[in-house]
């Protein structure tokens, strides 16, 4: 029984990492299509105003569209099932005859449940900025097609509305450069937070060593006064060569 139990838990575990590896797989392509979906944009909005048909960017926005939708419906399925085998992997940990091993397996559970969590927000942020991105897109393209409108349709101020496209283009680079400045900053809150993460990790598990085993936490303590002990004497010797440049130089 026990046999059956221990292969049922690591069925369970090999159906998580393979839907984990998908779904990596599927975030880093959707976030590629997303990335290029505002570069395409403007890239094609460039050619419009060298006056290249609109035939080709319209149908290569219709295909990002299904694209996107596509990988959506597929990661949130995914996302499901994996929700899924945590359910029963949590159901599992309950079970009377595993109480042995409760520890490890929440343990292991935990572990799944925050790369889940991860992977979750990280498509919900992606998506969020995706749909941002085209409705403002498709706001600005109206705007742009009543200016142009307006442009063909009256040969007067052709000379104002042409400064009124400039400055508005500026705008839009200025808006694009705080945009990825903004990402950055985000990336980089981002991976600190994991780092910090992964040093409390070690830090709780230094200490559940030391804790276990009397003999090294002596000596981890022993450590640590020598150190402050060598940063005292360092400071008193910074101290002392201090005095002695002022002396010097004032003498």
Request: hydrophobic share 35%; charged share 30%.
């Given at each position: 029984m026990a046999g059956g139990n221990s292969n049922y838990w690591e069925d369970l575990r090999k159906q998580a990492r393979q839907l984990e590896n998908e779904l990596d797989l599927k975030l880093v392509s959707f976030s590629k299509l997303c990335t290029s979906y505002s570069s395409s944009r403007d890239g094609r909005r460039g050619d419009r105003y060298m006056r290249i048909s609109d035939t080709t960017p319209l149908l290569n926005n219709s295909t990002q569209d299904r694209m996107f939708e596509t990988m959506s419906v597929e990661i949130e399925q995914l996302l499901a099932k994996l929700t899924g085998i945590n359910d029963k992997m949590a159901e599992y940990t309950s079970t009377p005859g595993v109480t042995s091993l409760n520890a490890a397996l929440m343990h292991t559970l935990q572990r799944h449940r925050d790369i889940l969590q991860d992977y979750t927000h990280?498509?919900?942020?992606?998506?969020?900025?995706?749909?941002?991105?085209?409705?403002?897109?498709?706001?600005?393209?109206?705007?742009?097609?009543?200016?142009?409108?307006?442009?063909?349709?009256?040969?007067?101020?052709?000379?104002?509305?042409?400064?009124?496209?400039?400055?508005?283009?500026?705008?839009?680079?200025?808006?694009?450069?705080?945009?990825?400045?903004?990402?950055?900053?985000?990336?980089?809150?981002?991976?600190?937070?994991?780092?910090?993460?992964?040093?409390?990790?070690?830090?709780?598990?230094?200490?559940?060593?030391?804790?276990?085993?009397?003999?090294?936490?002596?000596?981890?303590?022993?450590?640590?006064?020598?150190?402050?002990?060598?940063?005292?004497?360092?400071?008193?010797?910074?101290?002392?060569?201090?005095?002695?440049?002022?002396l010097y130089a004032f003498h």
């Open positions: 990280e498509f919900h942020k992606t998506k969020s900025n995706f749909l941002a991105v085209r409705e403002r897109e498709d706001l600005l393209g109206s705007v742009r097609k009543d200016i142009e409108s307006y442009k063909s349709g009256s040969g007067v101020n052709n000379r104002r509305t042409e400064l009124f496209l400039k400055e508005h283009e500026h705008l839009r680079n200025s808006d694009r450069l705080i945009e990825d400045t903004i990402s950055i900053a985000m990336a980089t809150k981002e991976n600190m937070t994991s780092q910090r993460g992964m040093l409390k990790s070690i830090q709780s598990r230094v200490n559940t060593l030391a804790n276990r085993f009397p003999a090294i936490n002596s000596l981890i303590q022993r450590i640590n006064l020598r150190k402050r002990r060598d940063s005292l004497i360092l400071g008193g010797v910074i101290g002392v060569c201090t005095i002695l440049l002022l």
